[in-house]
């Protein structure tokens, strides 16, 4: 299969730079797949698993916040999150789902809320990729 | 007497003494910080300036952009966020900082603005809350333990109060560290966000055409929180880097004057010795002459 140069970025340093066949990713606007010789392309990333196919195989990554770009035929994830599937700490990820949804049932203020509301889904799709 | 005297001057030795190795310490645990907090901007520099590059591509790739982000509207309430230290014993940096901040707000608050914060770090949540400012969120007390995730925390509230047009303006209060020795406070605005001209790149030749999806205002938007945590951050950085700074050097300073007590005591000290050993001589000597 035809490969296209994959570059992941996020504040923790560059994760990932090779040789990628796809990639699957969530969007803002729902998943897209991105093959090799995709055109000039921008949009921001949502909240959900990534799959990305290197060498006939699939790695799935929890994915959140950031943008994807095609340029030039580089394609570049810049994402605030993305931990592969291997790497998630499920111990980690399954307290924070518990306590922020202990915080749900206690706040009545809108901005604790809020962060609580962030907290458990970020907790969740840690969840859903590593499974 | 001079027995006592010196005891005293003893005792006092030592108690300058043990604050010195407090101080010393203090300096090298400074120090070794200080270039940790410098690794950790160098790593997380390209993610931020990738997404910088491409907000200013979309806020120029089409004539008729526009974002609730970059439109000015008359400001009623103003948002503060500012990163100050956990601990004292940094010289002037938390003052200076809150200095600074207090001045910003004073001009807005005169024109009859509303005015509310976002402390980081222990010192300014103390700070405000004794001014009696209204404070939007206490969970950054440690400025030392706030992370990037919290950054992004932060930029994500930020964000909503900002649309939701609770606030209409948002300033980041942080210190600047222009070297090991100086620090210098900043107040600058973060919303609406305010772009260069000349930093935007001139298309050279033809340029592709890019697809945004759903719409360049749709990501724009999405990924605007992302760039204020961005800044948050590094100015988050920048200031923790400046606060290890500030207490190196003021350790620093602690720990030479602490040396110079030190002589100037034990030079007391042996001229007491001295002064008592004469006396005694002198007892002795007027005793056998009686």
Same mark, same amino acid.
């Given at each position: 299969m035809t490969t296209f140069q994959l570059q992941i970025v996020t504040p923790d340093g560059l994760l990932f730079e090779g040789e990628a066949e796809r990639l699957v990713a969530r969007t803002i606007d729902g998943d897209v797949c991105i093959l090799a010789r995709h055109t000039e392309y921008v949009t921001a990333l949502g909240m959900g698993q990534a799959r990305v196919t290197i060498d006939g195989k699939v790695r799935k990554a929890a994915c959140i916040g950031g943008m994807l770009s095609v340029s030039g035929g580089r394609v570049r994830i810049v994402a605030t999150t993305f931990e592969w599937a291997e790497e998630i700490d499920l111990e980690r990820a399954q307290r924070a789902r518990e306590r922020a949804e202990e915080r749900l049932k206690q706040q009545k203020d809108t901005r604790e809320i809020q962060l609580a509301e962030a907290k458990l889904k970020r907790a969740l799709v840690r969840l859903n990729a590593s499974r | 007497m001079a027995g006592a005297s010196m005891k005293d001057i003893k005792l006092r030795i030592k108690s300058v003494e043990s604050t010195m190795q407090i101080t010393k310490a203090m300096e090298l645990v400074a120090s070794s910080k200080l270039r940790r907090a410098k690794e950790r901007v160098e790593r997380s520099r390209p993610y931020f300036n990738l997404i910088h590059q491409t907000l200013t591509e979309i806020a120029y790739s089409t004539t008729e952009f526009n974002s609730d982000f970059i439109l000015e509207r008359p400001v009623k309430k103003a948002c503060y966020i500012v990163i100050a230290g956990d @601990? &004292?014993?940094?010289? &002037?940096y938390n003052n200076n900082m809150f200095k600074a901040v207090m001045a910003h707000i004073s001009e807005l608050t005169g024109d009859g603005r509303e005015v509310c914060v976002l402390p980081i770090g222990k010192k300014a949540v103390e700070f405000f809350d004794r001014r009696k400012i209204e404070i939007l969120? @206490?969970?950054?007390?440690i400025a030392e333990d706030v992370s990037i995730r919290n950054c992004f925390e932060i930029a994500g509230l930020i964000a909503e109060e900002f649309r939701s047009r609770k606030i209409d303006a948002v300033y980041l209060g942080y210190t600047n560290f222009v070297s090991m020795l100086t620090q210098e406070p900043a107040v600058v605005r973060m919303l609406p966000l305010k772009y260069n001209r000349s930093e935007a790149k001139e298309p050279t030749g033809p340029k592709a055409l890019t697809i945004y999806e759903p719409s360049c205002e749709a990501v724009y938007d999405a990924i605007v929180p992302e760039y204020i945590s961005g800044m948050i951050y590094g100015g988050l950085c920048e200031s923790v880097a400046s606060e290890l700074g500030a207490r190196r050097t003021a350790m620093d300073a602690a720990s030479k004057n602490a040396g110079e007590m030190i002589e100037d005591l034990s030079l007391r000290y042996n001229r007491a010795r001295q002064g008592a050993i004469t006396q005694e001589i002198t007892e002795i000597v007027a005793g056998a002459e009686a």
């Amino acid at each position: 299969m035809t490969t296209f140069q994959l570059q992941i970025v996020t504040p923790d340093g560059l994760l990932f730079e090779g040789e990628a066949e796809r990639l699957v990713a969530r969007t803002i606007d729902g998943d897209v797949c991105i093959l090799a010789r995709h055109t000039e392309y921008v949009t921001a990333l949502g909240m959900g698993q990534a799959r990305v196919t290197i060498d006939g195989k699939v790695r799935k990554a929890a994915c959140i916040g950031g943008m994807l770009s095609v340029s030039g035929g580089r394609v570049r994830i810049v994402a605030t999150t993305f931990e592969w599937a291997e790497e998630i700490d499920l111990e980690r990820a399954q307290r924070a789902r518990e306590r922020a949804e202990e915080r749900l049932k206690q706040q009545k203020d809108t901005r604790e809320i809020q962060l609580a509301e962030a907290k458990l889904k970020r907790a969740l799709v840690r969840l859903n990729a590593s499974r | 007497m001079a027995g006592a005297s010196m005891k005293d001057i003893k005792l006092r030795i030592k108690s300058v003494e043990s604050t010195m190795q407090i101080t010393k310490a203090m300096e090298l645990v400074a120090s070794s910080k200080l270039r940790r907090a410098k690794e950790r901007v160098e790593r997380s520099r390209p993610y931020f300036n990738l997404i910088h590059q491409t907000l200013t591509e979309i806020a120029y790739s089409t004539t008729e952009f526009n974002s609730d982000f970059i439109l000015e509207r008359p400001v009623k309430k103003a948002c503060y966020i500012v990163i100050a230290g956990d @601990r &004292g014993l940094a010289g &002037g940096y938390n003052n200076n900082m809150f200095k600074a901040v207090m001045a910003h707000i004073s001009e807005l608050t005169g024109d009859g603005r509303e005015v509310c914060v976002l402390p980081i770090g222990k010192k300014a949540v103390e700070f405000f809350d004794r001014r009696k400012i209204e404070i939007l969120s @206490r969970n950054y007390m440690i400025a030392e333990d706030v992370s990037i995730r919290n950054c992004f925390e932060i930029a994500g509230l930020i964000a909503e109060e900002f649309r939701s047009r609770k606030i209409d303006a948002v300033y980041l209060g942080y210190t600047n560290f222009v070297s090991m020795l100086t620090q210098e406070p900043a107040v600058v605005r973060m919303l609406p966000l305010k772009y260069n001209r000349s930093e935007a790149k001139e298309p050279t030749g033809p340029k592709a055409l890019t697809i945004y999806e759903p719409s360049c205002e749709a990501v724009y938007d999405a990924i605007v929180p992302e760039y204020i945590s961005g800044m948050i951050y590094g100015g988050l950085c920048e200031s923790v880097a400046s606060e290890l700074g500030a207490r190196r050097t003021a350790m620093d300073a602690a720990s030479k004057n602490a040396g110079e007590m030190i002589e100037d005591l034990s030079l007391r000290y042996n001229r007491a010795r001295q002064g008592a050993i004469t006396q005694e001589i002198t007892e002795i000597v007027a005793g056998a002459e009686a």
